[in-house]
Structure formats: structure tokens, C-alpha cells
């Protein structure tokens, strides 16, 4: 069964960088819409950052200017870059696709969306 698969996670100091990898078939790459989303021990899952279908872009406030969202269609991989890492920034990664459920992925709502991956554990400490 095709799947989405990520990559890059780690424990890093605050301050730190890291990046996210989501591997998709090049299917899904080139036309579903796209995004990253975070869970926190004890929180719901949260919209990251996500990326539509025509290339139009959405980050939540919380990671703005420090988290960029990009994917590369000849490598069929989503990417995340994360830089000046906070502690709050720690939870479970995962990336998501999906064909139809665009406006909502581009609202940062987390959703049943058709991929998702199994999620990079990010850790931050302080």
C-alpha cells in the first residue's frame, strides 16, 4: 500500500535546526495538496504548515519566519525546515495528503485526510 513516509526527527538544543522529510509517490507530490501537523503529548494534532495545489502556502502563527514548508517534485519529497527551535516545538511530526480536503488542510485543520505518515518525533530541550 503506497504511503507517506517520514524522515529527520531528533532531539536538538532551543536554538537548533532540523529537516523534515516526507517521502510520497510522485502522484501524490505533483497534485494533492500537502501540508506538515504536530501532536504534543497531551494536546490535539495541530496544522503546521501546508502547501495546496497551486503552490499557495499557509503556516501557523506559532512557527512563522522560523518554519518553511517546500517540496521537490523530482525527488517526490516534502520537506520541512525548522529553524530556531523552541522547547514548545516538541511533539510527534506528520505529514498528510490529501485530493480533496485542500481548504481545510490550508486552514491548518487537521482532518481525515487520505495519507498520512507515521509520524518523526521532534525534541526540543531547553
Known amino acids: 500500500q503506497e504511503q507517506l513516509v517520514e524522515s529527520g526527527g531528533g532531539s536538538v538544543q532551543a536554538g537548533g535546526s532540523l529537516r523534515l522529510s516526507c517521502a510520497a509517490p510522485k502522484y501524490v507530490i505533483t497534485r494533492y495538496c500537502l501540508g506538515w501537523f504536530r501532536q504534543a503529548p497531551g494536546k490535539e494534532r495541530e496544522g503546521v504548515a501546508t502547501v495546496d495545489k497551486d503552490g499557495s502556502k499557509s503556516t501557523a502563527d506559532s512557527v512563522r519566519g522560523r518554519f518553511t514548508i517546500s517540496q521537490d517534485n523530482t525527488e517526490n519529497t516534502l520537506y520541512l525546515q525548522m529553524n530556531s527551535l523552541k522547547p514548545e516545538d516538541t511533539g510527534m511530526y506528520y505529514c498528510?495528503?490529501?485530493?480533496?480536503?485542500?481548504?481545510?488542510?490550508?486552514?491548518?485543520?487537521?482532518?481525515?485526510?487520505?495519507?498520512w505518515g507515521q509520524g518523526t518525533q521532534v525534541t526540543v530541550s531547553s
Open positions: 498528510a495528503a490529501d485530493f480533496f480536503l485542500c481548504d481545510m488542510m490550508f486552514r491548518l485543520i487537521s482532518g481525515d485526510f487520505e495519507f
